[in-house]
């Protein structure tokens, strides 16, 4: 079973809005990480495997033939989830660096200092 998703936008604007992204995050309602594999076929159908890592070691798991489709939902929906961070973080990434760009540009003056100068002599 595989799950398709797609992001709608503003067609004028080619980039989702951070809130929109931040929305679809929400929506994702199963994450799992890893990656689901057949072990061998037996004479009921496949036997599957869920591999993973937790801790930063590699884990292994038997999962049977039912909860195959919820495990593919959920590691679709992990997937989905690093792909909307990524984008966020490009936004935000954006943002930021036009805001200092914006801020280069204005160059305000710099404060009067409130000591008295002393002309210099030409002597």
Same mark, same amino acid.
């Given at each position: 079973m595989i799950y398709v998703y797609s992001i709608y936008f503003d067609h004028m604007n080619h980039q989702p809005? *951070?809130?929109f992204i931040l %929305? %679809? @995050?929400a %929506? @994702? %309602?199963r994450m799992d990480q890893g990656i689901l594999s057949v072990i061998r076929q037996g004479p009921q159908g496949p036997y599957y495997n869920h591999q993973c890592y937790e801790n930063g070691r590699?884990?292994?798991r038997y999962v049977p033939a039912e909860q195959v489709p919820a495990l593919e939902e959920a590691i679709e929906g992990y997937r989905r989830f690093q792909e909307l961070v990524k984008q966020y973080v490009q936004l935000q990434v954006q943002k930021t660096? *036009?805001?200092r760009q914006a801020g280069l540009k204005k160059k305000t003056p710099r404060p009067k200092s409130s000591w008295p100068r002393n002309k210099k002599s030409n002597n």
């Open positions: 809005t *951070a809130e %929305q %679809q @995050i %929506q @994702i %309602q590699n884990v292994s660096r *036009a805001q």
